[in-house]
């Protein structure tokens, strides 16, 4: 006998953002990125549309990272010195179809750079890559209230996805964006009421909130991705059920996450037990990155080019 | 040990102290009222004092600078006496005892609009508030007893109690040893004509005491309302049922910490719980002499009190010890108090006046809350009615005739102006009322009174934040826009908005409110808003459901409706939902001195109660934290997109 599925019809909708604007629409980029559109929770095909994947954006720095462990380290070490080449080979090599540039040698920590350079360095990897670009800060709030603006001023036009805008510091950067016509992360600490919030006072400042990209913020895989996963999942729901100020694409920071931990760096000799620490990080950002995606990631940052190309296999397959 | 003396100035009061005992207690000794409003931690840092002469200890606290110190001030709780001193005692340290004005007490008891409010009285607004009948708790009886013979030898109490019954439909059971000791001569000397006090205790009538004569037409009541701030009182003429003079006054208390956790914690220190009793009695006496005085009243024709109050003030008032209501799982010594002579709480009236105290549904919901109820109706009512209670303490009773269930949430005393930059109770120059204009944010304030503003008061906090959002100088967070403007100032813990500057309308000093104080407010309307939605959802009701919200309080009496629903602090329905009542405690106090039923009432609402612990409710959290934003996250409930 067939058993009837029950579906569930959803009223809300997640807003659609696009990233890059190609020269027919005033930018330079060679294509541009779609997220976010569903209808329906993940994957649940039947229940809604979904016409746009999750799509995986490469993270670089403009400055060698300090931080970064070594298996990422002989990956990309060549190009440390030289952003802009990393970026490419990202692109060529990689293939990715979206950068997420961190502006962390703005950081007083990371050499200090003027705001002038940075916006300089955003000036040139336009030139050197088509993609469209995600354009994080330092982290420092009295640093990147200064170089944002220019480095969005650097970008008018190109339809960058810019962040992040905080509880305490969301007016420079919202002001920023919405002059130069970008999209903006609007970052809270695993907080269902927060992440609304945020989104309602940058919404107040007059940014459409279908510019907006809801960083819900993550722990990776044993370090409270299941709290994080709740959160993204109680936000998803509420949306489709018709909350609009939740109804925002999420952008995860995966890799920045999953590469903190100990279970990611520590090499085989501390813990023997463990295997190969060549495969343990990869398989750490790759697990964390399938998870959050049937929490309803849209964007995923991620590091390591094998647990991107894993990722991206698992997306297709879902979606297939 | 030698005593050294301490001279207070202005007041030119001294004291003999022991050494090393602290300034504050020393002014306590001397009776200068200090503020304290953390009961002496050393915290709240508005206890500061000018040593003008003479040697002292002072502990290290992060409340002075050093310039102040070198100014020769100190805070009074936190500096001993090392010599002989003369210490002054500046305006803004002194707790000010002075008695509410006439005007203060009319908006606090009797609802106070402003000219635009549209709100409905409470008489206009509630007939679900039936009269109750039945007579007053204690009664004189004038009686002409016929002299015994040898026919008619019943003895001299019993003749009493077959006149009490041939006039009344009640016999006493009980009467005091003291009166009957008196009774032979008494009887005989008045020739058999004499008044006899009966009081009801819970259906057991008590024979209170015999006077000669006739002076039934003289039988007056006094009931209370113990607020943690604010001390009513009302006298009524049992009598008549008239309402003869009410007064209010600051709780005394206050020197020791303005919620109730500060003052159970101060219960426990030595000799903390006498000098807490002491404080409210005192309060209560100057009110009840007053009171007497202006009604040329004696105080021996006072026979009965009645009291409503929170748990906590109930214990106080009867030297019981609070202590464990502070302490999971918070339980109070008693919630049904058995009615008690007035005088054994130390209450200056009759000897023999009874007392009684509203019964309390649980620790952090008193019989000032089951007052309420009993006058406002909300057991009677067949719609579905709230009580908010709005204070420190918060309650919110949500009901009708078929259930009552209470909750109770700790707003914090920012609404009373505590814990504010420059907040005041709500008496004389207290800013109350805030309009500012949107284009060049010229604020135009109103004060109680009339007077140069002082400082705000809660009413008028929750108007200057509505205000604030509506010309969009605040963000929904609760943050100051940065605006250029000279009212707008950054100072080292974020914005400040100049309210009144110094010197304009006579204003002694910048009155602003910071980010810190809206965010003060934002987590005190979050709680009370949290705690009505809770308990709402805990009985799977919502709003649609209710008929009307009464507000009760003596901050409630001079709220903006408008001002609290855009804050978020009241949910956003039509303007008739909410009735203003007052101080609907004192109220139902009174109700229940002119009225057995009331009395009876009361305690059947107490028992009905169904009280309902937030802190174990999984979903209040969630509610506040939601609720922490202007007017709240789900912007939606408040008719905005």
């Known amino acids: 006998m067939a058993i009837e599925a029950l579906l569930e019809k959803w009223q809300g909708k997640i807003n659609s953002v696009t990233i890059g604007a190609t020269a027919a629409e005033g930018g330079t980029r060679t294509h541009t990125v779609t997220v976010g559109g569903q209808t329906a929770l993940p994957f649940l095909f039947k229940e809604g549309a979904l016409p746009n994947k999750p799509v995986i954006a490469f993270e670089i720095w403009d400055c060698a990272p300090d931080d970064w462990p070594p298996e990422l380290a002989t990956v990309y070490r060549a190009d440390w010195s030289h952003p802009l080449e990393w970026a490419a080979r990202c692109v060529k090599e990689y293939k990715a179809g979206l950068l997420s540039v961190r502006l962390q040698g703005l950081h007083p920590d990371c050499g200090n750079k003027k705001p002038e350079e940075a916006a300089e360095f955003v000036r040139a990897l336009l030139k050197k890559t088509g993609v469209p670009l995600i354009i994080t800060g330092c982290g420092d709030d009295d640093k990147d209230n200064i170089a944002l603006p220019l480095c969005s001023e650097a970008a008018k036009g190109q339809r960058c996805l810019f962040g992040s805008a905080l509880q305490d510091n969301y007016k420079t950067l919202t002001a920023a964006v919405l002059a130069d016509g970008h999209s903006l992360i609007a970052e809270s600490p695993i907080d269902i009421n927060i992440a609304k919030q945020l989104n309602i006072l940058i919404s107040d400042m007059g940014l459409s909130p279908a510019r907006l990209v809801i960083n819900p913020t993550i722990g990776p895989l044993g370090y409270g991705l299941e709290y994080a996963y709740s959160i993204m999942e109680r936000c998803r729901l509420a949306a489709l059920a018709g909350d609009t100020m939740v109804a925002m694409p999420f952008i995860c920071f995966v890799g920045q996450e999953s590469w903190k931990i100990k279970e990611a760096r520590a090499s085989i000799r501390e813990f023997p037990q463990w295997g190969p620490e060549k495969e343990r990080g990869i398989i750490w950002e790759a697990m964390t990155a399938a998870a959050l995606i049937q929490a309803g990631a849209d964007i995923l940052v991620m590091r390591h080019p094998v647990a991107a190309q894993k990722v991206r296999e698992y997306i297709d397959s879902l979606c297939s | 040990m030698a005593k050294l003396t301490v001279k207070f100035i202005p007041d030119n009061k001294t004291v003999e102290v022991e050494k090393d005992r602290t300034i504050a207690s020393a002014a306590l000794s001397a009776g200068v009222p200090l503020n304290a409003a953390c009961g002496g931690d050393g915290v709240c840092g508005r206890c500061r004092v000018l040593v003008r002469k003479g040697q002292v200890g002072a502990l290290a606290t992060g409340r002075m600078s050093l310039a102040d110190m070198r100014k020769g001030l100190y805070l009074a709780c936190q500096t001993t006496v090392q010599s002989d001193l003369e210490v002054e005692v500046p305006a803004e340290s002194r707790l000010d005892m002075d008695r509410l004005s006439a005007e203060e007490i009319d908006r606090r008891l009797k609802g106070f609009y402003g000219p635009s ?8 607004a509630a007939p679900v508030k039936p009269a109750f009948t039945g007579s007053a708790l204690t009664e004189k009886l004038y009686l002409e007893l016929p002299p015994p013979t040898l026919q008619d030898c019943i003895s001299d109490l019993e003749r009493l109690y077959r006149q009490i019954q041939a006039q009344k439909d009640y016999i006493p059971e009980h009467a005091g040893l003291a009166a009957i000791r008196l009774l032979g001569e008494l009887l005989r000397s008045a020739q058999w004509k004499v008044t006899a006090t009966v009081g009801k205790r ?4 008590e024979l209170l005491d015999v006077e000669p004569g006739d002076t039934a037409s003289r039988n007056f009541g006094l009931v209370f309302d113990i607020g943690t701030t604010t001390v009513s009182g009302q006298l009524v003429d049992l009598q008549s049922a008239r309402v003869l003079g009410t007064r209010a006054t600051y709780n005394k208390q206050a020197s020791f910490g303005s919620d109730v956790i500060t003052r159970i914690m101060y219960a426990q220190k030595e000799e903390g719980l006498e000098k807490l009793h002491q404080a409210v009695v005192e309060s209560m ?16 024709d006072v026979t009965c009190v009645v009291c409503a109050g929170n748990t906590t003030m109930i214990h106080l008032l009867l030297r019981i010890d609070p202590t464990y209501i502070r302490r999971e799982p ?22 023999r006046a009874l007392l009684f105290c509203l019964p309390g549904v649980a620790s952090y919901v008193g019989g000032d809350v089951t007052a309420g109820v009993l006058a406002c109706g909300l057991d009677t009512a067949d719609d579905v009615n709230i009580l908010i209670d709005i204070g420190t303490n918060g309650e919110v009773v949500v009901g009708n005739k078929e259930f009552l269930v209470c909750a109770a949430a700790s707003a914090g005393p920012a609404f009373e102006g505590s814990g504010v930059s420059c907040g005041m109770r709500s008496s004389i120059g207290a800013i109350q009322k805030v309009t500012i204009d949107p284009k060049a944010f ?3 304030y109103e004060t109680i009174g009339s007077a140069p503003a002082r400082g705000i008061c809660g009413s008028g906090y929750i108007d200057c934040i509505a205000a604030m959002l509506t010309c969009g100088l605040l963000d929904k967070d609760g943050k100051i826009k940065a605006i250029d403007n000279p009212r707008i100032r950054a100072t080292g813990a974020g914005r400040e908005f100049v309210l009144a500057a110094a010197g304009e309308n006579g204003c002694q000093a910048d009155i602003v409110i910071t980010e810190a104080d809206i965010d003060n407010i934002k987590r005190a309307k979050a709680a009370i808003y949290a705690a009505v939605v809770s308990l709402l959802k805990h009985i799977s009701l919502d709003f649609p459901a209710i008929k009307r919200i009464f507000i009760a309080g003596g901050f409630g009496t001079s709220l903006d409706i408008a001002s609290a629903i855009t804050i978020g602090l009241l949910p956003a329905l039509k303007k008739e939902t909410f009735v203003f009542v007052g101080n609907s405690s004192l109220t139902g106090a009174r109700n229940t001195i002119l009225s057995e039923e009331a009395c009876a009432t009361a ?8 009280y309902c612990e937030l802190s174990v409710e999984p979903g209040y959290m969630e509610e506040y934290m939601a609720a922490l934003f202007f007017p709240h996250t789900d912007i939606a409930r408040f008719g905005k997109k």
């Open chain 2, 603 to 610: 305690d059947e609402i107490a028992h009905k109660m169904t």
């Open chain 2, 442 to 444: 010229a604020v135009r």
């Open chain 2, 330 to 351: 918070y339980v109070a010594t008693a919630n049904f108090i058995p009615v008690a002579r007035a005088h054994e709480a130390g209450i200056l009236v009759n000897p």
């Open chain 2, 202 to 205: 819970y259906g057991i009538i």
């Open chain 2, 285 to 300: 006496n100057a009110i009840t002499h007053d009171l007497a005085a202006e009604n040329s009243i004696d105080l021996n």
């Open chain 2, 117 to 124: 409010e549209d709100v409905q009285s409470l008489e206009a």
